[in-house]
């Protein structure tokens, strides 16, 4: 199986896209880093003003809440949110952090992501579809290797490529945030909410979870990618299909949601487990064990479709 | 006789309710080179691709030495070397990292081993460059090498000179040749070229709308003993061909003789005063006998 793997990942990395795409993830990290160096960073690092400030905020962020429509209930939600915490900085004398630092940048890069998923997409929507276009199909099957064992190996192949380009992306993320902002005061805590309460979190550890929590998203996507792929042998479709995905999935979900309660079932409404986490649930009733519920069936239905038909099917081309 | 290196067993195919193949069954032994002659369309590469699994078996069995390839495929295609139509390779590495590719996927391939195949198939020049700037040619040996690296004792080629100029037709014949004697590999060709398989193959099956026709060796196609002779002679009185096998055709007759007859029969001819314009013996080749097989076939179904 680790020469499976290793033949997959060769054949990934002879070709001079992958190196295209790795660079473009690099570039868009050294991009936003100069042009936050250069243009966004105020150089104060506290303001001195900042308990009234928060005490601003909340009295307005609590008239906005006696305002609101009762419909309004996630945004209800975010604002009962936002004054815990500024509640919370006030008892415990935290300055929320205004200047950009290092970690702040790996934060903010957590963006690209979707970035990084849309380069594993394309991988996973290629790595089945071109041996079915190059012809090499063929030779690849005949070897004294089971079907099941080749698709794996591509599979495993294409969520190594995935974690493997949010290593680069986290790891560019810190050399050059660290470079340009430095550490900062050492105040590195992050203040999450949860069940009404906010409890302070070790920074690295939180920015870990975050970049893999934010890449549930990005697997589940490949993992549709890749069995589309898979079962249609097509990988325009499967690249097309799943980047409109990737980019609307959510959009499309969180409108649905704000009508009907089975938006709920929707693979995107349940992607984001870091709604759990330090946020508000998409739609009232969730649960995160009710999401992990649903990606585990969306996850054996795409993994069923997957290799139910590519075992079965009957080499013509 | 030695064992079945390959065995077919009442095997049938059926795609969207159409049978491919009706029934088929035979059996290849080892060392010989086994031909399957067809016309396009006949089944020739749906019965290859069920042999090494390419495709699944709608009912009976094809087992290569002694194993199933549906329910031991892993067994049963370690001893298959194939080339399904062109070989197609990764075109963007070059061919000794293609070999590596396939060289990864079995356990206990050398780099010897690979070097072997390399020299073997005349490609020691060229095997660092990328696939891409091969000819077909090449191409054809490079498949060829890949197929041997695990020393199969089967070769599966389908249509291995497609495409090929007169010159790589003759190298992948003599690579051919070369495995079954210096291996005792047993190779199984198909191709709808009958000069070609006339001077590869030792049997030949012929198959025509998925069905079986006929299967034998290439020497009781070509040199049968009798053969027959056109006799161009104005012949009024029939009664001198008394008890000889004849045919009256246009402008003369076919007379079924062997060899050491035909003296005896011009002479028959001149000695009753008939004139004799030509004699010429009717080679029986592997196409006459194809045609005749085949379009007999079509006349019955």
């Known amino acids: 199986m680790l020469n499976l793997i290793k033949n997959e990942w060769i054949k990934i990395f002879k070709r001079p896209g992958t190196y295209v795409m790795i660079g473009l993830l690099v570039l868009a990290v050294l991009g936003t880093g100069i042009l936050t160096k250069v243009y966004g960073d105020s150089g104060q690092s506290t303001n001195p003003q900042w308990k009234q400030e928060l005490q601003q905020e909340t009295k307005e962020y609590k008239k906005e809440m006696k305002g609101l429509p009762k419909s309004a209930n996630t945004y209800k939600q975010s604002l009962e949110r936002d004054i815990a915490i500024n509640q919370y900085r006030l008892d415990h004398n935290l300055p929320p952090e205004q200047a950009e630092t290092g970690w702040s940048f790996i934060y903010d890069s957590a963006s690209f992501i979707s970035f990084a998923g849309l380069f594993t997409i394309i991988v996973a929507a290629g790595i089945v579809a071109s041996e079915f276009g190059w012809g090499t199909i063929k030779l690849l099957l005949i070897r004294p290797i089971k079907r099941t064992k080749i698709l794996l190996s591509k599979y495993l192949t294409v969520i190594i490529f ?10 560019s993320a810190a050399i050059l945030g660290f470079a340009l902002f430095g550490t900062g005061d050492g105040n590195n805590a992050h ?3 949860a069940n ?3 409890v302070e979190q070790n920074m690295l550890l939180y920015l870990i979870k975050r970049y893999l929590l934010a890449s549930i998203d990005v697997i589940m996507i490949t993992t549709m990618a890749f069995m589309i792929s898979a079962v249609f042998r097509n990988s325009s479709l499967a690249t097309g299909l799943s980047i409109f995905l990737l980019f609307m999935g959510s959009t499309v979900t969180a409108i649905i949601a704000a009508q009907y309660n089975w938006a709920k079932y929707i693979l995107f409404a349940n992607t984001d487990l870091s709604q759990y986490f330090d946020g508000i649930p998409m739609v009232d009733g969730m649960t995160l064990g009710f999401s992990i519920t649903m990606l585990l069936i969306y996850f054996i239905v795409f993994m069923l479709l997957a290799f139910g038909v590519f075992t079965k099917r009957d080499v013509a081309a | 006789m030695a064992s079945p290196v390959v065995q077919l067993n009442h095997v049938t195919k059926v795609i969207k309710g159409k049978k491919i193949i009706d029934d088929l069954s035979f059996t290849i032994e080892e060392g ?7 016309p ?3 089944g020739k590469t749906t019965t290859i691709r069920m042999m090494v699994g390419l495709m699944g078996i709608t009912s009976g069995e094809i087992l290569i030495c002694g194993k199933n390839v549906e329910k031991e495929f892993e067994a049963a295609l370690m001893n298959i070397g194939g080339i399904v139509e062109n070989p197609e390779m990764y075109k963007f590495l070059t061919g000794y990292q293609n070999l590596m590719q396939y060289a990864r996927m079995i356990k206990g391939i050398s780099k010897q081993k690979i070097d072997e195949v390399v020299e073997f198939v005349g490609l020691k020049e060229r095997i660092h460059d990328k696939v891409k700037t091969y000819s077909l040619g090449m191409r054809q ?6 197929s041997l690296l695990h020393d199969p004792k089967v070769m599966i080629l389908d249509e291995p000179t497609n495409g090929l100029d007169p010159a790589g037709i003759r190298e992948i014949r003599d690579h051919l040749k070369k495995l079954t004697k210096e291996k005792g590999m047993s190779v199984i060709v198909s191709s709808h070229l009958l000069s ?3 001077m590869m193959c030792d049997r030949i099956a012929i198959i025509q709308n998925g069905k079986l026709v006929d299967i034998q060796k290439v020497h ?8 027959k002779y056109f006799f161009e002679v104005n012949l009024e009185n029939v009664g001198i061909l008394d008890n000889i096998p004849y045919e009256k055709v246009d402008k003369g007759y076919e007379i079924e003789l062997e060899k050491e007859e035909v003296p005896k029969m011009i002479q028959k001819f001149t000695e009753a005063g008939i004139s004799i314009y030509e004699v010429k013996p009717i080679a029986k080749t592997l196409e006459d006998r194809f045609m005749e097989v085949t379009t007999g076939g079509e006349k019955h179904a």
């Not at chain 2, 040996?141 to 890949?146: D, E, H, V």
């Not at chain 2, 009781?220 to 053969?227: F, G």
């Open chain 1, 162 to 171: 995935d974690v493997f380009l949010l290593a680069i992306l986290f790891i």
């Open chain 1, 191 to 193: 203040l999450a909410y």
């Open chain 1, 196 to 198: 009404g309460t906010v």
């Open chain 2, 32 to 38: 010989e080179v086994f031909g399957f002659l067809g």
């Open chain 2, 40 to 42: 396009n369309g006949a």
């Open chain 2, 141 to 146: 040996r490079l498949g060829l090498a890949q």
């Open chain 2, 196 to 198: 070609e398989m006339e």
């Open chain 2, 220 to 227: 009781d196609y070509v040199n049968d003993t009798k053969q």
